[in-house]
């Protein structure tokens, strides 16, 4: 055999194999989203989405080290798309309360789509925490790989536009964006494990006021007392 031929053969076996591993990986990826959105975080074994997924606890933990990390992994796509959307709005000069009410509707209609695996990532989030308790951080590692909050940073949806927003002066700059972004998000989630049946648009409508009220508070004041501006959603 000629060294071209070699060279395609072993090319030919490297993506073969990498097919596999895709195949591998998206596999798990399904078998974990039903069954986290199913049973919940406590009643997911790695062992359970392993056997539905066709293959041994070993291969699962060879992809993801742990259950927190295959949690973060099944609600990345879900953060990452409307984290893409709000930057398309930054990019486009969208008016900031405008780009904020659509964002903040879009995350409450996601989390109530997918509220088992939100309520399931919540409860992983805090399991996290609790598990790293009294534990130093690692100089090294700015954020760790394994944690669910930093595969899926749900606070990111917001955060862009927040920032822009009080950096244009168009919202007040206390809270600041980090913060404020940390709180509405901490109120959707335990909304979705408390009241999972909550309509979305109740749900935005609260999130809405809770964030407009605290950093455009004139949203509020140009209605009346009884007034909902954000009742109903667009």
Not at 72 to 101: C, F, I, K, T
Request: charged letters at 25%; a positive charge; aromatic letters at 6%.
């Amino acid at each position: 055999m000629t060294p071209g031929g070699t060279g395609r053969s072993s090319d030919a076996r490297a993506r073969a194999a990498q097919t596999k591993r895709d195949r591998t990986r998206r596999a798990l990826l399904d078998a974990a989203d039903a069954h986290f959105g199913a049973r919940g975080w406590n009643r997911t074994r790695m062992e359970d989405v392993a056997a539905t997924a066709g293959v041994s606890p070993a291969t699962a933990y060879n992809h993801f080290p742990s259950k927190h990390a295959l949690i973060g992994h099944v609600y990345r796509p879900l953060v990452l798309s409307l984290v893409g959307q709000a930057e398309q709005d930054r990019r486009a000069g969208r008016p900031v309360v405008d780009a904020l009410r659509d964002q903040l509707e879009a995350l409450a209609r996601t989390s109530w789509r997918h509220r088992g695996l939100t309520g399931a990532f919540w409860y992983a989030a805090q399991d996290y925490v609790a598990t790293r308790v009294g534990r130093p951080p690692d100089p090294d590692v700015p954020g760790d790989p394994g944690d669910p909050r930093t595969l899926a940073p749900v606070p990111d949806t917001l955060l862009g536009l927040l920032r822009d927003g009080q950096a244009s002066g168009q919202l007040r700059r206390y809270p600041p964006a980090a913060e404020i972004s940390g709180v509405v998000v901490d109120t959707l989630l335990v909304r979705a494990v408390n009241r999972p049946h909550e309509p979305p648009e109740q749900t935005a409508e609260l999130l809405l006021t809770v964030l407009f009220g605290t950093l455009k508070p004139e949203l509020l004041c140009a209605v009346g007392v009884d007034e909902r501006p954000f009742a109903g959603g667009h």
